[in-house]
């Protein structure tokens, strides 16, 4: 039964099937190997701890769940690296679906670990000094390939050369992720090629430009209309607040400020082809692309919704001030991984921000619509433009290794 | 990340902690073993099917998760076979739990592997074969461990030598789980034993019975009173048919007979002591086995709807009549599972046949609450009573090696 | 915290606002309608049961929820009769995905429900008498605007003059929503006019099956082949078996009589549009088309779900033979609706049936893939092909009406 | 099929019941008027949004369950504030279980709203202006019943004079809510009474003390063994912090201290007896206290989640600087309420830094076990010690009239 799909090939009595050479299903998934792979430490130490073999299988069950979204992400971020034909879009839209039920099959398995009981725990987690979580190696990999960057690790998380130190190979690949465009890196690079951007042509930015000014004047004189003072004070405020809101993307240097603090990470011209592909998400052409907008958020919301039930449990589990040193504890550390700065797509949750009423929204002739075609090569053009602002590079040689 | 609740043993920049000998994480969990054995054939055929991963890494996780369960389940079958204090009636409840919630991730898991489409499938099926999924070892294991008997299978699923045949381990361990005492049988000799059964004592079904017969009385009475003939007529006939059904438990011949035909699993006495349990289960004694009872009926429940989902999969995925021959098809054979017949636990759902309002249930003075105290022995007393009936034996040896 | 997205509105002390007219959040909401509805039946007869007010709120939920399904429904079904362009395909996406989301709440409120024992609600339920579950008006509207046919209900739930008989209102409803064209009927139609049926152009069905005769042609050599003679002579009858299947939708007369049956719902052009749109999924073009089919699926088994959900729950609440009458009885009643033929898309669950292997999927030339535009108006062409067939008509107005 | 549980009155056809006189499904839920409660402001300005029927359905399955958590909650303080047999512990486990529940669909439902994109919100978002989220009188009761107290509320939500200001009752209601003894209150009056606290008698706390400083002594001396000087050194240094936690429990002026700066909240008698509880939990008779303390953390656990996915779809629907100015943003604001001052069950999160091997806790002997009878009376004598510090009364009239 554990093989939902593979029951047209059984076979009815007297199969003369059997005589075929194949691979049974247990040898197929090497269930000799994953199935043997549970020791427990406290068993070893003659004081068995029932507890402990759930405490093994769950966290066998997320590695093996973080090598398939490891597994989808490399394959997403080779396929945003080259040409995006709408198929290919497609394709990126299922596997970033697939990588969210798996996220949301993982928050849920948060429940099974805190059936455990702190009591429980503490009888066997002496054995497993100094093995520690955050040496999920995978999961640091995880992290790096979506683009969560090491200045805004917290400093205590920053320095793996300790945690992998002995294992060359992990801290090879932990490297090598590290150096490779990540997934924020290359949807940035595909943002900042949407079509309706270019200047000569649909002029995206400048017309949105003048339809938000033209809102806000419309809103100044509607409050400058309004008889009670302070109300009209208080609207006229409110406009020069969302006023200079809008300017943080209409003015460059303030935009540059920001990424330069870290409220911002999508480049200028990314965040204007998010703004284009929001407000225009119900043409076909930016149908699709949208959806991605969309399913990146849910990846960002999922993760950090995973690490906050795992404060949760965490808190239940061994207290918040165990050690008693700020710092260092558990808990305390794992909150601080709830900000924003862990939240590699922030900029895509802050574009409401952005929005503007439907009919203000500049019109597409169908002219421009057919100008809107396939996305431009990512690979020779836009490479140039970004070799020096990142210093980064997609070289075939090192990326594909990495992917396949 | 992965680890939750290793945390606080994380330590500050330039801990001296790090001469110390011990486990890394990847060690503890052998990950060199578990993230190893995902080889695809489709990629040994040279032509890579990007799905097959997430086909092997899903059944990884199901088969990680048997183990879990079957694991819990040999526990909490040791604790049934033995003297039940209170304390491990706790404890009990803690391991059903937990294999409940486990199965609920199973079941929301089908998803994730639904996000494979059938021309996906299609593209790596045939370099499976014949492995196939009813060979999965560890949920036969799980099955008869739960108690679905050989008689009940269809006929189909019946014969494991051909599926197992070159496995003797696996073969063995299949025999084993066949005779070696299911979760229903200790469940069934433990509600036997439930206080307050005992004819000078409690009384607990002389009392029913009594109570029951007052409750049709009454209701014949009212019934007679009724002026509109074919209303009456109706309401009488309603009534003997209730009868009918009481009469079903009240006869142990009648009883009898429908163990015969496989509509009732338990035997007559325990299910007096099943009826006991839910009219009483608010006294604080039947609180927790009122609790053990409601989580095998979810088990069950659980079971048939991870059944129920896999067999909307299957059909989504390879059609209803991919063979065209009526009882071979994978879907065809998987619905047939769907029927009460797997439903080890079947006698529980029917209990609210035989409930009776709140008012009528006889009530427990003080003196008879304290008789009712803890549950005898099981082993001694009552595999004497059961010897013959059901030629089965809980050899100490045998029975401790499997589960340990 | 109530309304998640109305925080922006908040005001700082002082706020000058509160000047303004305006609705407050319970005014808008009109809770004092919806909060005042809850009336339990068991206090008014003076023996207060706790959990009747949990019984209320539940259905009402429920109820609420129905509502909304019902209103994306009617939204849904008046986009189909238009013309499709994408803009609107996309719009139907959203709408269907949303319905999804909701069924999947509502098969997890049935958990909530079960916290009421049998016992409790044996406590009221005599209040309720006849009050009727499958009296719920909108259940049946759903049902009905789905597509769920009057010859495919178990008799016992076909007559609803009984049920609803003494509301004017609620009868005609009921009978509207049978004469307008259903969900299945539209897509239906929609499906009839896929781009590249045409015989004088892509002409699809004619390159399908010669590619699956050249399949099963191949196939047939290679059984031919296999030395050993019992297994050439299964291969040989199970290719048979197969060849027999494909007939059933090659030959116009095995379908018609398939659909006299009831075991196909669609006409032979829709199938041949569904097999299109799942073969060639990956086109951009049929990339959201072949999504509603999924939406389409995923309905259907919620809906199933759920009536399996309140299977298991009723036959735990009421046991399965409450009234030891056959046909009667609450859960064989139910039981029967878990049937395919309340399934109404089923259709679309068998297609995996027709697949074939991507290799001999025909190829779409760049020419042909410009003429596989717009989908064609539904509403002038394809009423006159179906005029004589269903004996239905959309008329403009009564539809209209309905929907709006 | 609305109502999963009333098949089994279903009836035949030719039903003479259809003379019995009774209320009809929709009657009894008064579906009258709650699906007739959904008036779409967009309309009524005659530019209907279809979305805003969503929006509306929503947010009254919303108050629907909150209505239904109210009521469970208010059930289950009467009980609290009563003498407390084991029976209506159970009670109070059932209660609490289906809250969790609840909640747990409430926390699901978020999902459905999401569907809703901020260019849709945006088009009706200023019709219901002033209408805002924050009046919803139910969520602000349910967080007054649990325990969250004005002083903990950010200042800006503390008000709620002005949102409820022109709604007498609904303004009495909150008074009332904030006067009456909080569920907190009295689960923590519950654990004062925790039996075994008495010095006079098993006296856990003297017992509990001794077992702590032999442990820690004994790690000391384990220290103070290590070789390598700077490990020593920070083992010493571990433990000294370890001491300096403890102590924070031992000492009450400590403990006092925390209590003013709000980082406990419990008295210094509820922690003892929480921590008694939490050690003893296998004892069959702390088992469903211990449960009980579970599902208390759910509760907090799941409000919170719930605020958390609030906030994250929030600051996706309007951004995270709607209106650029820092405290009144609708985000920010959503984004404060995460913190710890708004679990009103903070202290039974950070027990288990108070855990102690189960090798050092003090064993209960079988005279000591009886000892351990039921909990004492809640009223009369906790009501006096209590009198001076809460400056709370439960009166009598008060209390009861709230709750029924």
Redesign the interface.
Known sequence: ?????????????G??????S??????????D???????L?SEKHNQKV?DE??F??T??????????II?ELD?VREIFSEILE??ET??IL?RL??IV??L??LV??????E?M???D???F?NY????????????RLLENKLGVKSENRVK?NK?YT?VFG??EK?LERVIQSESQPSLALLVERWLERTPGLEVEGFNFWGKYQTAVNLLLEEQRQIALAVP?E??R??RLN?LA??R??YESIFKPDIHEALLNRGERRFSHKALQGAILI??Y????RF??PHQILNLL?DID?LI??W????V??????????????G?????Q??RS?LSDRYKVFVDL??????????AYIPPISSTARTQLSLWRNGKGKVLEENDSKNGLEIEDNGFEEDIV
Request: glycine share 4%; net charge negative.
């Open positions: 039964m554990a093989c939902p799909v593979r029951h047209s090939l059984n076979m009815p009595d199969d003369p099937l059997e005589d075929e194949g691979m049974l299903y247990g040898e197929y998934l090497m269930l190997k994953v199935l043997q792979a549970q020791r430490l029932h073999h759930l093994i299988i966290h066998q069950a997320y590695e093996l769940w973080f090598k398939q597994y394959s709408e198929t497609l394709e299922k679906n697939r039920l798996i949301k099959v849920d398995q948060v429940m099974i670990l059936t009981t702190p009591l725990f503490m009888d987690r497993l000094k100094p093995a520690s979580g955050f040496q999920s190696l995978q999961f205590y320095d300790k002995n294992d992990a009670v302070n109300l004070e208080y409110d607040n969302r200079e809101v929001t407000l998400r119900d043409e076909p149908s699709q958020m919301s950090t919704k690490r906050y039930n795992h949760l449990m965490v808190q239940r589990m061994i207290g918040s001030s165990q050690l008693g040193t710092g260092s504890s558990g808990y550390y794992l991984t949750f802050n574009l409401s921000t952005f929005l503007i009423p439907r």
